[in-house]
């Protein structure tokens, strides 16, 4: 019998059943009052998750979208930024700055690692020539599954570069990570629905400072589509400068509202006590962690190597043969040399033990030199008292 794979990847996450059925509505017109009305409580609510006072803006597109009209609304090319590089992702804020003619200094360390406040401030204490116009960073770079402190490295660059917009690359740390937008100083972060939002790819989101919107409005050439002057004007309205993706936005509407019902200090929590355990039951199995540093590792998904021997390949292909389930392959570089199980969104306790089990079982008929039989008492043990993660 065929059954629905269980995606157990960094996004696009699994999809609750209320926000499923919301998506499979027959349609809604986006002039319409009621269309009105869930943007109402959507805006809001997008301001709720960021912890922000501006309005978020609200993109039809996917999170390379916001990060791109980060860039095209508040800088102007041959200015200077400085990009920290620690994977894919944060590598793609660098890409899309140069294509735009934005000149870009990185600072970069090995994939796996986090970049620490000490290494921004030598970085930009040593710096010499033309003034640094802001500071890109990603808060968990889902390539590697690593959480830089993002909250640390937005200080140090306030403290030593005020005028420096930083801009963060929040994609899979919203809603999964501690997160405040304004108390922060941060002056852009971005996001995308399917990830913690528990929704399939097509929305992206948008959260900036009264320092941005200056930026915005001295920029040479803010674009069109994403031009943040369009979508605050909108916005005030409750309505969208375009046809939105209005089956999304039925299914944001419904996802906000079991993100607020849980409310931000279970759903950080949910998560860091997902990650204890899926990389404690990872750990009894002999597994070594790519991100061996806890307070280093992302809560929303964590990378492993595979065992002596063993492909990366026939794991997953055992796990989704067998088990029906989908955990991702290293990107680029780490393609072939790790594998990422996601914990992100609509999952609980029983998605991480029913991976682990099968990873488990899936190792035994691969002949891995795996322990055998530690992996699920480990993971339980991991759990909290408190049952944040139970199956609701
Ligand atoms: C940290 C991070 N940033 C940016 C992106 C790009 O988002 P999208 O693929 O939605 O364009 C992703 C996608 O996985 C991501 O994980």
Same mark, same amino acid.
Request: proline share 6%; charged share 20%.
């Given at each position: ?25 027959? &349609? ?20 709720? %998750? ?45 890409? %899309? ?94 996001? &995308? ?116 021997? %063993? ?82």
């Amino acid at each position: 019998m065929k059954k629905t794979d269980l995606l157990m990847i960094p996004g696009p996450t699994p999809l609750p059943d209320a926000v499923r059925l919301v998506l499979s509505s027959p &349609g809604i017109g986006h002039r319409s009052a009621d269309f009105k009305e869930i943007l109402k409580r959507v805006f809001p609510a997008l301001r709720w %998750i960021f912890q922000c006072k501006n309005e978020v803006f609200l993109y039809t597109a996917s999170g390379t979208g916001a990060m791109e009209a980060a860039i095209v609304n508040t800088l102007n090319a041959g200015d200077l930024v400085l990009v920290l590089v620690n994977g894919v992702f944060s590598q793609r804020w660098a890409d %899309i700055a140069k294509t735009l003619g934005v000149e870009v200094e990185c600072l970069t360390v090995e994939p796996g690692q986090a970049i620490t406040p000490e290494q921004l401030r030598a970085k930009i204490t040593a710096h010499k020539g033309a003034p640094i116009k802001s500071v890109m960073m990603t808060h968990s770079e889902t390539s590697t599954s690593v959480l830089s402190p993002l909250k640390e490295l937005a200080a140090v660059s306030r403290e030593l570069l005020p005028e420096a917009l930083i801009i963060a690359d929040t994609v899979t740390s919203l809603g999964a990570a501690p997160f405040q937008f304004d108390a922060w100083d941060l002056d852009i972060a971005v996001s &995308g629905s399917q990830k913690g939002f528990m929704l399939p790819p097509g929305l992206s989101f948008l959260a900036y400072s009264d320092r941005a919107w200056k930026a915005h409005k001295a920029c040479k050439n803010p674009g069109f589509y994403f031009n943040f002057s369009k979508y605050l004007k909108a916005q005030v309205e409750f309505t969208t400068p375009y046809t939105p993706g209005t089956n999304l936005i039925t299914g944001l509407d419904v996802a906000l509202s079991l993100m607020q019902e849980e409310g931000l200090d279970n759903l950080t929590a949910r998560h860091r006590q997902l990650q204890e355990m899926t990389r404690a039951g990872l750990s009894a199995m002999g597994l070594e962690l790519f991100v061996p540093k806890f307070e280093e590792a992302s809560p929303s998904v964590t990378a492993f190597l595979p065992p002596k021997g %063993i492909t990366v390949d026939a794991v997953r292909g055992e796990l989704k043969k067998t088990y029906g389930i989908v955990i991702a392959d290293g990107q680029k570089e780490l393609k072939g040399r790790i594998m990422r199980i996601g914990h992100l969104g609509a999952v609980s306790e029983r998605e991480v033990l029913t991976v682990l089990s099968s990873l488990e079982a899936s190792m035994i008929k691969l002949g891995a030199p795996i322990q055998v039989g530690k992996a699920i008492p480990a993971a339980i043990a991991s759990a909290s008292k408190e049952k944040v993660g139970a199956h609701a």
